[in-house]
């Protein structure tokens, strides 16, 4: 497959996949099986994560250049909470060793479980009253920690639960994806500090990836938003099963 092509597929998967409470992860790994796309590489990683991160802060631009209120990025407040719900993905990510996981039979089954999960926590919505604060942000941050298995959604578990805990929808999507900004980040550091190595790609490829990453997963996030203001996460759910049926 021509190099270029290859590299825009991979941003758009990731793009598509990163937002929607699909798994990106366990779709690449489906995806590299039936176009016979190979693993790119940490160079690659770095470049397609890059896409998805300014594709949220483009979207949630007003809340990056302003702090005077309460929902916005920087204020101290959801600093805290951010780095509260980050913890357990940092220490899940360092203690256990998920590579192991990446395989095509792992992922028809996590899939399963993905789906079967969201359609669980769409019927529980409301099952509490719980605020947005640093026990609730604990709890998100748990459910996001175990979507860094492949198959699992971190948008579907952190939402779905949200919502479940009886959280603002609006506000639980907002935050929801706050969350995985440093999450990226952190990936990308992680990628420099402890890859084996580092290829290279050349700059029309990278472009390629670049943009499709980030334009594919502007749009993914944009239609999500609307989406879940009119329909829940159950229908991702069933795409899942289905996926891991037919896969």
Not at 9 to 21: A, C, S
Not at 147 to 160: D, K
Not at 208 to 233: P, R, T, W
Request: glycine fraction near 8%; charge should be negative.
């Amino acid at each position: 497959m021509n190099d270029l092509i290859n590299y825009i597929i991979l941003g758009i998967i990731q793009g598509l996949t990163e937002f929607f409470p699909v798994s990106s992860s366990g779709h690449l790994v489906l995806f590299q099986d039936y176009l016979e796309i190979t693993n790119e590489g940490a160079s690659a990683e770095i470049i397609a994560h890059f896409g998805t991160l300014f594709s949220i802060l483009l979207f949630y631009k007003s809340s990056f250049f302003a702090s005077a209120k309460k929902d916005d990025f920087f204020n101290i407040n959801n600093i805290k909470l951010l780095g509260v719900s980050t913890i357990p993905a940092v220490i899940f990510g360092f203690i256990f060793d998920f590579e192991q996981f990446f395989n095509y039979s792992f992922v028809q089954y996590s899939l399963m479980a993905n789906g079967l999960i969201i359609i669980l926590f769409s019927f529980l919505k409301n099952s509490f009253s719980i605020e947005l604060n640093l026990k609730s942000a604990l709890i998100l941050g748990f459910f996001q920690s175990v979507a860094i298995l492949p198959g699992i959604s971190r948008s579907g578990l952190v939402i779905s639960s949200a919502l479940m805990l009886g959280l603002d929808k609006e506000k639980s999507i907002k935050y929801c994806f706050f969350m995985v900004i440093p999450i990226i980040v952190l990936s990308i550091f992680y990628e420099i500090l402890f890859s084996s190595g580092f290829e290279a790609i050349k700059l029309a490829d990278g472009l390629g990836l670049f943009l499709s990453s980030f334009i594919f997963g502007y749009f993914s996030l944009f239609f999500l938003v609307q989406f879940l203001k009119k329909f829940n996460f159950g229908w991702f759910g069933l795409y899942c099963i289905l996926v891991s049926i037919i896969s």
